[in-house]
């Protein structure tokens, strides 16, 4: 993947986008298939 930096210059992220050092804390999420979600989360993402 492309530095941040190049990808800026390439016009592909906004110079006022969220800073990179932003972290994101608590997440809630809808999911119509209970079962898919896990499965992607878990087995795709590594989450437990």
């Known amino acids: 993947m492309a ?6 210059t ?3 992220l ?3 986008a969220v800073d ?3 972290r994101i804390g ?3 999420l ?3 298939d ?3 979600a896990l499965d992607f989360y878990c ?3 590594g989450f437990s």
């Open 3 to 8: 530095r941040l930096e190049d990808r800026m």
């Open 10 to 12: 390439a016009g592909l």
């Open 14 to 16: 906004r110079k006022d």
């Open 20 to 22: 990179p050092e932003t």
């Open 26 to 28: 608590h997440v809630h």
């Open 30 to 32: 809808k999911v119509s």
């Open 34 to 36: 209970l079962s898919r």
């Open 43 to 45: 087995d795709v993402l």
